[in-house]
């Protein structure tokens, strides 16, 4: 199960997840960025914030990259923050390190994205 929740920090909406986000999951989150990818003046930037955030199987990467693919194209960037140690672990197996901003904080995450 998976639990996503919507704030903003400045103008950068923040979305924080908690759970497993997997085969069955990455759909859900899929369907709630879509809002901000889909029209023509939506977000640039995004942040996941991923304190509580326990496991994340290869269709939840494919959801970041297709993410990150879409903000790119208009200039933009994701970040993360907040990672657990296992999906930072994950991270840097995959060798998404260098794909995401990734820090500590959702405001260290926000400075970096402005």
Known sequence: MMDITLGMTGT???FSLSGRLDAITSPILEERLKPLLDVPNGARHLILDGAGL???SSAGLRVFLMVQR???ARG????FAA?????LDLFQLAGLK???VIETSVEAAAGRLS
């Open 12 to 14: 950068i909406p923040v």
């Open 54 to 56: 326990s496991y994340v």
């Open 70 to 72: 879409q903000l790119a």
């Open 76 to 79: 933009g960037r994701m970040a």
């Open 83 to 87: 990672l657990t140690s296992q999906v």
């Open 98 to 100: 260098e794909i995401f």
